[in-house]
């Protein structure tokens, strides 16, 4: 099936953060972790993967993050129960590309700093709550 150049612009276009990610998920395999892609997303879990998902700040509860096209989770039960919510951010990151970090994290400080809740006040994440709770 050939890819359809707005996918492949997507790919690019996000590239830097899925470029990050798969170094994670390199750590992760290299230390006895899995990985698998169905869809659009390359998953890891297992070995290093939930120690690196948790020095993210605020991720000690946190079942799976996504780098561009990454997923890391903490194991493969996390990342089916998070699949959907992921993809979402995967659309996030096509459509903001290297400037989806400094954007999720310029919009937590902001919350944080007016007293909202950082994570689920999150502009983005409340897109991804709304389509995939």
Excluded at 24 to 42: M, S
Excluded at 80 to 90: G, K, N
Excluded at 105 to 117: F, H, K, T, Y
Aim: with cysteine; hydrophobic share 45%.
């Amino acid at each position: 099936m050939p890819i359809k150049p707005i996918s492949l612009l997507g790919w690019v276009w996000a590239s830097p953060w899925t470029a990050v990610g798969l170094a994670a998920g390199t750590i992760g395999l290299a230390t006895g972790g899995r990985v698998q892609r169905p869809g659009v997303a390359i998953e890891f879990y297992g070995g290093a993967v939930p120690w690196i998902i948790s020095q993210w700040p605020g991720n000690d509860y946190t079942m799976a993050m996504t780098l561009g096209h990454v997923v890391l989770g903490r194991d493969a039960v996390c990342l089916d129960v998070t699949r959907a919510h992921e993809l979402v951010h995967i659309r996030q990151y096509e459509r903001w590309g290297p400037l989806f970090v400094p954007a999720y994290l310029l919009c937590s400080a902001l919350i944080w700093a007016r007293g909202g809740d950082a994570y689920r006040d999150n502009p983005f994440e409340r897109e991804a709550y709304s389509i995939a709770p």
